[in-house]
């Protein structure tokens, strides 16, 4: 189908259907040959060329049609920003103001013209744009003028979508115009005499009537928003007002404003809510409790803030993968909704941390109530992909207005309960106590102090022996940093070791004590004049650093040590991130022959499937074991069994913690091979190590 008459030939015959769909709007334009009249697709590439084009820039259509815009007519200093704002107007709607422009001719000369620009949406939801360009050189007969603006003035309303009424100052309306009429809420025949309150619903009307009042008082153009139902949906509109003093008439432009306001929306959503569990985001949600505080200390009540963790989530996310997490997410989001009442509010802080607001609480145990309804509800497995997963709660309780003021100290207050939640073993919840912000503000002090802790050198590395079980003589000893800080005092590693590996400050700590650990271990064995191993631990962290396998490795050249000089301490810890980069770096530090030794065995569930898929040389009992041997025969059996299984791996087995001779000749009669403990010494410096020697 081709809208241009049967008995013309066009060039426009030769453009694809889509482009040729505006005849009237051509013939239009055609039958005016004084003014210039291009057409361009979205591409700026020639749709309309009109026989006022090829007067004034001497292309013929033929030439002009399917080729730029850029590369017919705009001079080279001002390309880019003339594509520019084309490009603008197409995706942002921000229009080409009409103005004067200096142009170029098919023959090279310049011309100046004054140019208008027009866009409209075709049937085929492709946006074109006219360009109306009138030679200011050449403005001589009147007549033409008059044509000219008339016909602009036709073809600019033909293709403008807005609304125009004319209005008394009563509201009722004597004309218009519309080129699309599916936004007209009534018919013409109805709403022509009538009063704009008589047409629309009051709400709406209401606005118009206000508004009408206000441009008559101050004047200039008074613009406001309003929704209408239609039958093609909800549309929203922009109406600008500006009264005509003289005629003492209105006049009223409408804009359909449906697609700004739902990109207005969306964009709201995006920063209000999470964007995976739908809930309000930390934003929207502290500004809630901002005004449940106002709320609640007018109506002397209680609110309560609630600090959630997915305990072990991290576990589940570096296992299954994020797409599993994130369904978790979901579905925990969704438990979380339903068991609180509807005035509170559930919002997802980020990563496995959601927050929940109780509004207008009489006492702490209504709070508590609620808490045990959550703890509860999460001790159901969750059913994601096929699987059973189970994953508790942490929750930390924050009660307005005994544990604060306002939101930052209640948030930080409720936080700081979560983590003593964890402490007392997870699955459970704390409320806030003055004694939970003062270790708050211990880890605090902490971690500032220990930026720039190695650079003042106020780290040193300790050594714990490790003894043969038989002959009581020292084989080699742990590695174990210790901190004196000017302002804290001694900082012990279960404090300060946490919240290195947090930080990430444990990475350059770790290179420090390997350092140590092997300089010493020469002046060592050359003093004792036997070969000592030097045991030192890995943390998770250290293993996510891409040098880690490099700086051991030059360590051990530049040390001169031997590999099976140096043990690695992994705890199951490391294991159970499960990532790749865990198994590849093992695999080398094994083929290096570096000793791995599984440290803290018997602590987690799934140790003995460790020692299947790991080429492990050591594994250390944890002390925890140790301490019941002499006076609990089921610690006992469980050591020995561990020993005989070890022993059957083909691993060699330190006993940690050992604190008595009881200990010490038991243990040997379990054939345990190496021994650690303070009943042989507790962790001693370099110096101290030098002149230790075991009597026994």
Known sequence: MTLLSDDKTSDEECLPQEYVVNDPLHKLFDAVDAIAVQGYDESRQVIY?????????????????????????????????????????LSNGVEIPSGELLLRRKDGKNIFVHSN??????????????????????????????KIKEHMSAATFA????????????????????????????????????????????????????????????????????DLVMPHGVIYFEARMTYLIDNKQIITIIRDITEQHQTSESIKKHAYYDALTLLPNRFLALDRLSQMLNEAERNDEKTAVLFLDLDDFKKVNDSLG??????????????????????????????????????????????????????RSFRKPFKIDGRELILTLSIGIAMFPENGKNTSELLRNADTAMYKAKSLGRNTYSFFTKEMNVNMLRRLEIEEQMRGALERGEFEVYYQPQIDAINKK???????????NPA???????????????????????????????????????????????????????????????????????????????????????????????????????????????????????????????????????????????SNQSDCDLVKATIAMAHSLGLKVVAEGVETKEQSE??????????????????????QLLDFYVIF
């Open 49 to 89: 060329w009109n026989k006022g084009s090829e007067i004034l820039y001497g292309y013929t259509s033929k030439e002009a049609l399917g080729r730029k815009l850029e590369d017919l007519i705009i001079p080279e200093q001002i390309k880019k920003p003339v594509i520019a704002g084309i490009k603008n107007w």
């Open 117 to 146: 620009h027009v866009m409209f949406t075709n049937q085929y939801n492709q946006k074109q744009m006219y360009c109306i360009d009138i030679n200011l050189s050449d403005l001589k007969h009147i007549e033409a003028q008059a």
């Open 159 to 226: 293709v403008i979508p807005d609304l125009f009424f004319l209005m008394e100052v009563d509201g009722t309306i004597i004309d218009y115009h519309a080129s699309n009429k599916e936004n007209l809420y009534a018919s013409p025949i109805d709403f022509i005499g009538q009063s704009m309150n008589e047409v629309l619903p009051n709400e709406v009307a209401d606005k118009f009537k206000s508004n009408i009042t206000k441009v008559i008082t101050q004047g200039g153009v008074i613009s406001f928003e309003y």
């Open 322 to 375: 994020h797409e599993v997490g994130d369904k978790l997410l979901i579905e925990s989001a969704i438990r979380l909704k339903n068991i609180v009442r509807k005035e509170d509010t559930v919002g997802r802080l980020g990563g496995d941390e959601f927050i929940i607001l109780l509004r207008g609480l009489t006492y702490d145990h209504n709070a508590l109530s609620i808490v045990e309804d959550l703890l």
């Open 474 to 484: 020292v084989i080699g000893a742990e590695a174990l940093l210790r901190w004196h």
């Open 488 to 630: 804290l005092g001694n900082v012990t590693p279960t404090e300060f070791i946490p919240i290195a590996e947090h930080t990430g400050l444990i990475v350059a700590i770790g290179q420090f004590v390997l350092t140590q650990a092997l300089s010493f271990l020469i002046v060592w064995q050359t003093e004792q004049q036997i070969s000592l191993r030097i045991a030192v631990n890995l943390s998770p962290r250290q293993f996510r650093d891409s040098e880690l396998l490099n700086f051991i490795e030059s360590s051990l050249t530049k040390a001169n040590i031997p590999a099976d000089k140096l043990e690695l301490e992994i705890t199951e810890g490391v294991l159970m991130i499960g990532q790749t980069y865990i198994d590849d770096a093992l695999i080398k530090l094994h083929k290096l022959g570096i000793k791995l030794s599984m440290d803290d065995f018997g602590t987690g569930y799934s140790s003995l499937s460790y020692l299947r898929q790991y080429s492990f040389d050591i594994l250390k009992i944890d002390r925890s074991f140790i301490t019941g041997i002499t």
């Open 666 to 687: 038991l243990l040997n009669q379990l054939e345990c091979d190496y021994l650690q403990g303070y009943y042989f010494s507790k962790p001693i410096s370099a110096e």
